[in-house]
């Protein structure tokens, strides 16, 4: 599920620890109380080993390296979401315009291309979708006009497929004499548009951040937490156990939600939420085209809406 209604500072502080990632953060620091506690019992009882000698100075140099290691990850991580995030915005209004240039073209007795670009440009957002989370199911999709070039399941690129439903319909109006050459050049732009979003989509997908820089990151952190217990149990005593699983929570913690938010277009609750973004442009698109939709689809596309993936 996507949930993005604000309810406030402590059921969101809730919501966020009853995830995946939360799950996924607190195995981890079980296996961090574990040693930490180890550690802590060995030194104050039956060993005093001479890590604990070591100086301050060099956690601190080594905790602010690791924090600009960590601003980078995140950052390079929100880059990735944010970039998706734009390509959707594009999207949404280029939807828009495709729907309002037909609306203005169509002629009002002209029900049938109105239902055909309304289920088409609709078609459009969850075909991508469904293609980025590498999904074949098709039963979002509206079905439209029947014929070799234009039905989509002769198509694995579902998107390409789509768009080609567009453009043939387009050249077909074009040649009938229902859309000018002015008209038909600007009206080219916004279809290019479609695939192009695509494009930047899948490109987002198809380049991860690289995996040793990943790891580097990782093995830093353990290297850390590892030796952030031995600098400061004669200070702390026995809340070492507890200043070193805070400090495990905020740097594990920070490395995971950059992992899952890296990944824009999936199905975690920190992505993005394109079911609820597609719903959105299939009401747009008919309301503009005056093609009706049910109001149960309506208020599955209003923010704050629970979207089941």
Same mark, same amino acid.
């Given at each position: 599920?996507?949930?993005?209604?604000n309810?406030?500072l402590?059921?969101?502080?809730?919501?966020f620890?009853t995830?995946?990632?939360a799950?996924?953060?607190?195995?981890?620091?079980?296996?961090?109380?574990?040693?930490?506690?180890v550690?802590?019992?060995?030194?104050?009882h039956?060993?005093?080993?001479i890590?604990?000698?070591?100086?301050?100075?060099f956690?601190?140099?080594?905790?602010?390296?690791?924090?600009?290691?960590?601003?980078?990850?995140t950052?390079?991580?929100y880059?990735?979401?944010?970039?998706?995030?734009?390509?959707?915005?594009?999207?949404?209004?280029?939807?828009?315009?495709?729907?309002?240039?037909?609306?203005?073209?169509?002629?009002?007795?002209?029900?049938?291309?109105?239902?055909?670009?309304a289920?088409?440009?609709?078609?459009?957002?969850?075909?991508?979708?469904?293609h =980025?989370?590498?999904?074949?199911?098709?039963? &979002?999709?509206?079905m439209v006009? #029947?014929?070799?070039?234009r039905? %989509? !399941?002769?198509?694995?690129?579902?998107?390409a497929?789509?768009?080609?439903?567009l453009?043939?319909?387009?050249e077909?109006?074009?040649?009938?004499?229902?859309?000018?050459?002015?008209?038909?050049?600007?009206?080219?732009?916004h279809?290019?548009?479609?695939?192009?979003?695509?494009?930047?989509?899948?490109?987002?997908?198809?380049?991860?951040?690289p995996f040793?820089?990943?790891?580097?990151?990782?093995l830093?952190?353990m290297?850390?937490?590892?030796?952030?217990?031995?600098?400061?149990?004669?200070?702390?005593?026995?809340?070492?156990?507890?200043?070193?699983?805070?400090?495990?929570?905020?740097?594990?913690? =920070?490395?995971?939600?950059?992992?899952?938010? &890296?990944?824009?277009f999936g199905? #975690?609750?920190?992505n993005?939420? %394109? !079911?609820q973004?597609?719903?959105?442009?299939?009401?747009?698109?008919?309301?503009?085209?005056?093609?009706?939709?049910?109001p149960v689809?309506?208020?599955?596309?209003?923010?704050?809406?629970?979207?089941?993936?």
């Amino acid at each position: 599920m996507i949930l993005y209604k604000n309810k406030g500072l402590f059921p969101s502080i809730w919501h966020f620890h009853t995830g995946p990632t939360a799950r996924g953060l607190l195995r981890r620091l079980i296996v961090v109380a574990i040693y930490v506690v180890v550690v802590t019992v060995a030194e104050m009882h039956y060993t005093d080993l001479i890590l604990k000698d070591t100086p301050t100075s060099f956690l601190g140099a080594m905790g602010i390296l690791l924090s600009l290691l960590l601003i980078f990850r995140t950052n390079t991580a929100y880059d990735r979401f944010y970039e998706g995030r734009q390509a959707w915005g594009v999207l949404v209004n280029n939807c828009r315009n495709l729907a309002i240039f037909f609306n203005a073209v169509l002629p009002d007795g002209d029900q049938d291309s109105r239902a055909f670009f309304a289920k088409s440009i609709s078609n459009f957002p969850f075909a991508l979708k469904n293609h =980025l989370r590498n999904v074949s199911d098709m039963r &979002e999709l509206d079905m439209v006009e #029947e014929g070799e070039r234009r039905d %989509l !399941s002769n198509f694995d690129h579902k998107p390409a497929g789509v768009s080609n439903q567009l453009w043939v319909k387009t050249e077909s109006l074009y040649r009938q004499g229902h859309i000018s050459e002015s008209q038909h050049i600007n009206l080219n732009q916004h279809l290019t548009t479609l695939m192009d979003v695509c494009g930047i989509c899948e490109r987002i997908k198809s380049t991860p951040i690289p995996f040793s820089y990943m790891l580097f990151i990782k093995l830093f952190i353990m290297l850390y937490v590892a030796l952030l217990p031995f600098t400061i149990i004669t200070a702390f005593g026995y809340l070492t156990i507890p200043a070193v699983l805070l400090t495990s929570y905020v740097l594990v913690g =920070l490395e995971m939600i950059g992992e899952e938010i &890296e990944e824009p277009f999936g199905l #975690e609750r920190n992505n993005l939420p %394109l !079911s609820q973004l597609s719903q959105l442009i299939r009401v747009n698109v008919h309301d503009i085209l005056q093609i009706y939709l049910p109001p149960v689809e309506k208020q599955a596309a209003k923010p704050g809406f629970t979207i089941v993936t």
